[in-house]
């Protein structure tokens, strides 16, 4: 459930925090993900870990790690877990620049669907993507998330507005997908 050929997702511990500051403060990374884009000092990236992610009641996050390497590379999370309306939203960034756009982030964010849908019986799975970041944008369509509308100007970066997409996918539209990702 949790790996793949190439990719291993484990619980997000208290010994990522380095790993992932040094993700938080490139901004390279975090242009296409990151709303606030700001540098963190280490200890608001420790408070933000500790308080955040691992002391969220309503998410769980995953760093997805190179089964070849053993490289942690980037971190999925799934938050705001509603289960009494089986609704979640998904949030995946894959930090090691040299992993970008070689298929990790598709095998880790499918890996995640897997559970969300056929362990946790999810109904539905939403995320946000920047409209600029028409790569993502193209992942998650082949994956099967929908365009569900967009919050319009809603995000300023490299001195212009751009919108915030919101996309989801329901289970019975994932399960049902035959081109879905297969291990």
Known sequence: MFQTKRVRLRKMEVEDIPTYHAWRNDMEV???????LDLYSFQETEEFVNGVILGSTDGKSYM?????????????????????????ECIIDIGEKEFHGKGYGREALTMLLDYAFQEMNLHRVSLRVFSFNEKAISLYEK??????????????????????CHMGI???EYLDKESHFSK
Do not use: V
Not at 30 to 36: E, K, L, Q, R
Not at 149 to 154: K, L, Q
């Open 143 to 164: 994956i099967g998330f929908q365009h569900e509308g967009s919050s319009r100007e809603a995000l300023f970066r490299n001195g212009g507005w751009h919108d915030i």
């Open 170 to 172: 329901l289970q019975g």
């Open 30 to 36: 975090m242009i296409s993900t990151n709303p606030a």
């Open 64 to 88: 997805i790690e190179d089964r070849l390497s053993d490289q942690t590379i980037g971190i999925t999370s799934l938050i705001h877990i509603d289960m009494k309306n089986r609704n979640a």
